[in-house]
T-cell receptor, first 111, second 117 residues
Framework: RKEVEQDPGPFNVPEGATVAFNCTYSNSASQSFFWYRQDCRKEPKLLMSVYSSGNEDGRFTAQLNRASQYISLLIRDSKLSDSATYLCVVNQYSSASKIIFGSGTRLSIRP | GAVVSQHPSWVICKSGTSVKIECRSLDFQATTMFWYRQFPKQSLMLMATSNEGSKATYEQGVEKDKFLINHASLTLSTLTVTSAHPEDSSFYIC?????????????FGPGTRLTVL
């Protein structure tokens, strides 16, 4: 079983739709969680950190469920510019950070 | 967010030559940096963890003698691809770890596209 698993996608949705991504992690000792987005042929960019209480940034909402060991990302009112690959990232911190990336979910927004 | 630079952004070289890629954290100090490789339409693959002042930690299957990593200062790590071959052609991305009070966050450089002829 992979340490971090994501919906493989691709998701192809119309502009304005709401889309949700899920990500599960296997190590219950994981401490911090992030969503990154990666555009084609570019580096990953931090989208948002994910906190236990959940957090929202504009059209983006991230949630963490420690009991079930999953995190989610919700995008409301999707725009064409949201088309990208979304990476779930988990930091397992013990003596040093061990950062695990999910394989990413590709999202394509159509007009 | 924090800024990480990489140089060069792209390089084309002949087979058998060595290529050095620099990764710099511009507005914070990074004890730890990471080197990734990404082939087209594939996921990021962690190659090694670069630790300032000590030896890098390589992932399984990554040849340390081929991919030399030096992290001589808190803002600079270098990756040297020695005796490059066409199969080393890839997108190489570094990241720097910003240590915070509550969590550590990784910031990526813009990547270096290496083509070996």
């Amino acid at each position: 079983r992979k340490e971090v698993e994501q919906d493989p996608g691709p998701f192809n949705v119309p502009e304005g739709a709401t889309v949700a991504f899920n990500c599960t992690y296997s190590n219950s000792a994981s401490q911090s969680f992030f969503w990154y987005r990666q555009d084609c042929r570019k580096e990953p960019k931090l989208l948002m950190s994910v906190y236990s209480s959940g957090n929202e940034d504009g059209r983006f909402t991230a949630q963490l469920n420690r009991a079930s060991q999953y995190i989610s990302l919700l995008i409301r009112d999707s725009k064409l510019s949201d088309s990208a690959t979304y990476l779930c990232v988990v930091n397992q911190y013990s003596s040093a950070s061990k950062i695990i990336f999910g394989s990413g979910t590709r999202l394509s927004i159509r007009p | 967010g924090a800024v990480v630079s990489q140089h060069p952004s792209w390089v084309i070289c002949k087979s058998g030559t060595s290529v050095k890629i620099e990764c710099r954290s511009l507005d914070f100090q990074a004890t730890t940096m990471f080197w990734y490789r990404q082939f087209p339409k594939q996921s990021l693959m962690l190659m090694a963890t670069s630790n300032e002042g000590s030896k890098a930690t390589y992932e399984q299957g990554v040849e340390k003698d081929k991919f030399l990593i030096n992290h001589a200062s808190l803002t600079l790590s270098t990756l040297t691809v020695t005796s490059a071959h066409p199969e080393d052609s890839s997108f190489y991305i570094c990241s720097a770890l910003s240590v915070g009070l509550e969590t550590d966050t990784q910031y990526f450089g813009p990547g270096t596209r290496l083509t070996v002829l």
